[in-house]
């Protein structure tokens, strides 16, 4: 099992990093999962237990100059790690003006995820500095658990607004409640409401717009032949979208959400080589 790769183009680098940035809000602890053409980062809280999950999946291609990695076997060609985003994310922090980062997984005395950053020097030799970050090496019988989740047949699809200011009506809101309403309809509205013995603010959104969804056998989602202005909602912890929206670096240039109703809320987030799925679950 060998892992290494290395970043020259700084755009790339920083990229990146604002990527494992986003990670690092949204779990403290979560799954990489490497093969030859993509990187992925899962989080798989069990809904059950009322935890999101996440699901990130970039092309290597568009971030690493150099890429090569070794799976576990030859027809199991991948390679699974858990570790703490936030130990990648303040790695990276050092390596903002690098001229070249190297990561290389090693096993000295435990299992490490190795960040070198080639900093540039005024004399000839460059200034090398080192990470590493402990990561526990998931065996092959245990990868069944990292599946991309589902996407559930959701009620209502739709476009998200403006997130930085999706972000302080959220903020606002979560000094009044520990749980918020996301309500949609299939005619661009898009409500977030809470309620408490006090007070009930709710947010309006006209005009978001629903995204074209086909599944894969062509067949609409549970939309179709549905009243276009009913409401499908579900209320959810504040903290978590939140989270989500405080961490969000990734600048997607498309965001939008799925919601079932009393279920779940999907949220995807969409920027030409990255795509972030964040799932969670409703509150009974």
């Not at 997984?105 to 970050?133: F, G, M, Q, W, Y």
């Not at 109703?261 to 795509?275: A, D, G, M, Q, Y």
């Amino acid at each position: 099992m060998r892992f290494r790769a290395k970043i020259v183009d700084l755009a790339c680098l920083n990229h990146f990093s604002r990527i494992i940035n986003t990670i690092a809000k949204l779990a403290k602890t979560c799954i990489l999962r490497l093969t030859v053409c993509k990187l992925y980062f899962i989080l798989s809280d069990k809904v059950a237990n009322g935890g999101a999950s996440m699901w990130c999946e970039l092309s290597q291609g568009n971030f690493f100059d150099e890429f090569q990695m070794e799976g576990v076997a030859a027809e199991h060609n991948e390679i699974y790690l858990e570790l703490v985003p936030d130990n990648l994310s303040r790695a990276l922090k050092t390596a903002q003006s690098a001229k070249a980062v190297k990561i290389k997984l090693t096993n000295k005395h435990c299992p490490c995820l190795r960040v070198a950053v080639e900093l540039p020097s005024l004399s000839s030799s460059s200034r090398i500095v080192t990470h590493d970050i402990p990561v526990g090496v998931i065996p092959r019988r245990m990868w069944n658990d990292f599946r991309e989740p589902s996407v559930p047949d959701f009620d209502v699809s739709i476009y998200l607004p403006v997130l930085k200011t999706m972000k302080s009506v959220v903020e606002r809101m979560k000094n009044l409640s520990n749980f918020i309403v996301v309500e949609a309809n299939l005619s661009g509205e898009m409500n977030l409401k809470i309620e408490t013995d006090l007070v009930s603010v709710t947010t309006h959104f006209k005009d978001l717009g629903n995204p074209p969804w086909a599944s894969a056998d062509g067949c609409r989602s549970s939309a179709q032949g549905r009243d276009l202005e009913s409401m499908a909602e579900a209320c959810i912890d504040i903290k978590k979208l939140q989270q989500l929206l405080a961490g969000q670096q990734v600048n997607p240039t498309k965001a939008l959400c799925n919601i079932v109703r009393k279920r779940v809320v999907h949220f995807i987030l969409l920027h030409e080589e990255v795509s972030l799925q964040y799932f969670i679950p409703a509150i009974a």
